[in-house]
């Protein structure tokens, strides 16, 4: 059986109104359909985090490539890698915490060590990786996550373009001297390198809690 949330849009209390008074039928009406209760059902649920999570993502992507895109036009790709190694993770928790959501990329080829996989993104990341090995395409996916109360919505992240290359490319060809030697500096353990367009780079991973999403069906 699926199961059934309710959803209290609102409660209006009429305490004001005396017994000898009486409400007005726009009033009543108003109260009638502020107190309306709405079902949604699971799939319902699933259907609407998944579109949210396909925006939540889009957005953080945007935000990252804009961010990254001024940097390399005011400072090169050198002075750009100085800007995402402090500023990439403060612009997705700036959209993180406009969506009451936990955002965060995670990938086996990772730069910054705080992206490398849990145990649980692993077998959701090997499952991308052998899509893409086997020009399979990768759909985004929801899981349920903490008896159900969280909804975790991830979505591969491919090589978008050639600009990309000029820190995820090959060295020497790419990827400038200077730029490998920036790499090197702030990214010890650097293991996101050697790619191509369309390469599989990680994956978005995002816990939504299902309040979140009740809340906005």
């Known amino acids: 059986m699926r199961k059934i949330f309710y959803i209290l ?9 005396g017994s000898n008074e009486r ?3 726009e009033v009543f009406d108003e109260v009638n359909k502020s107190m309306e209760v709405k079902k949604v059902n699971e799939a319902d649920m699933i259907q609407k985090a998944m579109e949210w ?3 939540i993502s889009q957005e953080a992507q945007e935000s990252l490539i804009k961010a990254l895109q001024n ?9 750009a890698i100085e800007f995402c190694n402090v500023e990439a993770l403060p612009i997705l928790q700036e959209v993180a915490d406009i969506y009451s959501v936990e955002i965060r990329r995670a990938s086996f080829d ?14 959701i ?3 991308y ?8 395409a990768n759909e985004p996916n929801i899981q349920k996550l903490d008896n159900g109360d969280v909804l975790f919505y991830t979505k591969a992240i491919q090589i978008p373009n050639a600009l990309c ?7 020497g060809k790419e990827i400038s001297p200077e730029t490998s030697a920036k790499l090197k500096e702030l990214y010890p353990e650097d293991k996101a390198i050697g790619h191509e367009v369309g390469d599989l780079r990680g994956m978005w991973s995002i816990r939504i809690p299902k309040k979140e999403v009740v809340k906005r069906m």
Do not use: W
Not at 71 to 79: C, D, L, M, R, T
Not at 129 to 136: D, F, L, M, P
């Open 110 to 123: 990772y730069r910054n060590p705080a992206d490398k996989p849990t145990d649980y993104e692993k077998g």
């Open 53 to 55: 999570g396909n925006e």
């Open 129 to 136: 990786a052998y899509n893409a090995e086997n020009s399979i």
């Open 165 to 171: 290359l000029n820190c995820h490319g090959t060295v």
């Open 125 to 127: 990341l090997d499952a």
């Open 9 to 17: 849009l609102s409660i209006i209390t009429l305490s004001s109104c």
């Open 23 to 25: 409400v007005s039928k």
């Open 71 to 79: 940097a390399i036009s005011e400072k090169g790709v050198p002075g």
